[in-house]
């Protein structure tokens, strides 16, 4: 019995590890969890409960913690949004100042304010077309016509 003991707590150290390093990859908040699972079914190991018993709490306490504690630190760690006022545009209507061709550059007036726009799509906006702003990129319209 006490080779089980000594495998499960190889299992379980290997499980860490490898949970680990793969959150350290991805930074996706997801392995970290079944990190945490394995710790805690390691020390069941350490006190020698069944193995059964450690699987069970180890699939428990990670999937528990995927569902619960994933979406709140996500939300809690979500840093590289910067909101702007310029954000507001997103989805408003403007007219077309300069011809945008396909691929380059033009410029488009929303609000009373002109700004360089980029067409998504495969046609020329020509002036005085009405355009949708789909996103922003730096200090460019994404656009297409409507």
């Known amino acids: 019995m006490e080779n089980i003991d000594v495998i ?9 590890l490898v949970a680990a390093f793969i959150e350290i990859v991805t930074m996706d908040l997801t392995s970290v969890w079944f990190s945490l699972g394995a710790v805690l079914s390691f020390i069941l190991a350490l006190i020698g409960l ?8 180890f699939i428990g306490v990670s999937i528990l913690l995927l569902l619960t504690v994933r979406p709140l630190a996500k939300k809690y760690f979500r840093t ?3 909101s702007t006022n310029a954000d507001r545009l997103v989805g408003k209507i ?4 300069q011809e945008i ?12 304010k002109y700004w ?6 495969d046609e020329t ?5 009405k ?4 996103a922003i990129e730096g200090v460019k319209l994404i656009v297409v016509k409507v």
């Open 50 to 57: 069944d193995p059964l018993i450690q699987v069970v709490v």
């Open 125 to 129: 906006v020509q002036v005085d077309d």
């Open 116 to 121: 360089t726009a980029i067409s998504s799509g």
């Open 80 to 82: 590289n949004i910067v």
């Open 94 to 97: 403007g007219i077309c100042t």
């Open 8 to 16: 499960m707590l190889i299992i379980w150290f290997a499980i860490i």
């Open 101 to 112: 061709p396909p691929g380059e550059r033009g410029e488009v007036r929303v609000d009373g």
């Open 131 to 134: 355009v949708e702003i789909l």
